[in-house]
């Protein structure tokens, strides 16, 4: 399960495959030494907590396994983590967009999605770049011209994702 690559080493999960994250790939012990030089900076800037939370996640889970009582905030990682997978998903065929991936990589690493059911995020990443798509197509745009996050583009992002998410959650 280990492709050899001349900048670095892919660990692939068959659990994962299985649990149809594709490419399935261990985010924790996978290395590169191209990985982030080959991400635009607003790639970079989410990704960074998504690798750790993922790899915490994993780690966690397989402890979790054995069913002793967790506390709260092992609770909350495991729920963030198998979030995080879920947003990771795609559909074959089905390229997403750098742009669409950092605003919904930033809305699960900074808690928007960690209320929502599991089974709605699908529904939720698409009504939200729709939404976007229609009153804030400037977001996207500056992502793809710039590929940075900027602080006024963080915060707008926070802003526009909060009342979102606070619109969604009343139609789950």
């Given at each position: 399960?280990?492709?050899?690559?001349?900048?670095?080493?892919?660990?692939?999960?068959?659990?994962?495959?299985n649990a149809n994250v594709r490419p399935?790939?261990?985010?924790?012990?996978?290395?590169?030494?191209?990985?982030?030089?080959?991400?635009?900076?607003?790639?970079?800037?989410?990704?960074?907590?998504?690798?750790?939370?993922?790899?915490?996640?994993?780690?966690?889970?397989?402890?979790?396994?054995?069913?002793?009582?967790?506390?709260?905030s092992t609770q909350k990682q495991l729920?963030?983590?198998?979030?995080?997978?879920?947003?990771?998903?795609?559909?074959?065929?089905?390229?997403?967009?750098?742009?669409?991936?950092?605003?919904?990589?930033?809305?699960?690493?900074?808690?928007?999605?960690?209320?929502?059911?599991?089974?709605?995020?699908?529904?939720?990443?698409?009504?939200?770049?729709?939404?976007?798509?229609?009153?804030?197509?400037?977001?996207?745009?500056?992502?793809?011209?710039?590929?940075?996050?900027?602080?006024?583009?963080?915060?707008?992002?926070?802003?526009?994702?909060?009342?979102?998410?606070?619109?969604?959650?009343?139609t789950v």
């Amino acid at each position: 399960n280990v492709i050899s690559i001349t900048d670095g080493q892919i660990f692939l999960e068959t659990n994962l495959f299985n649990a149809n994250v594709r490419p399935a790939l261990n985010v924790g012990i996978s290395v590169s030494r191209v990985g982030g030089a080959a991400q635009i900076k607003a790639m970079k800037k989410v990704a960074g907590t998504l690798k750790l939370e993922l790899a915490m996640f994993r780690s966690l889970e397989a402890f979790a396994k054995f069913g002793s009582d967790l506390d709260e905030s092992t609770q909350k990682q495991l729920l963030r983590g198998s979030r995080l997978t879920e947003i990771l998903k795609q559909n074959q065929f089905s390229p997403v967009p750098v742009e669409r991936e950092v605003v919904i990589i930033f809305a699960a690493t900074n808690g928007f999605l960690d209320d929502l059911p599991e089974s709605s995020l699908k529904r939720y990443e698409e009504e939200l770049f729709q939404q976007l798509e229609v009153t804030n197509p400037d977001i996207f745009s500056e992502i793809a011209s710039t590929g940075k996050l900027g602080d006024e583009l963080v915060e707008k992002m926070k802003s526009v994702l909060q009342e979102f998410t606070d619109t969604f959650k009343a139609t789950v």
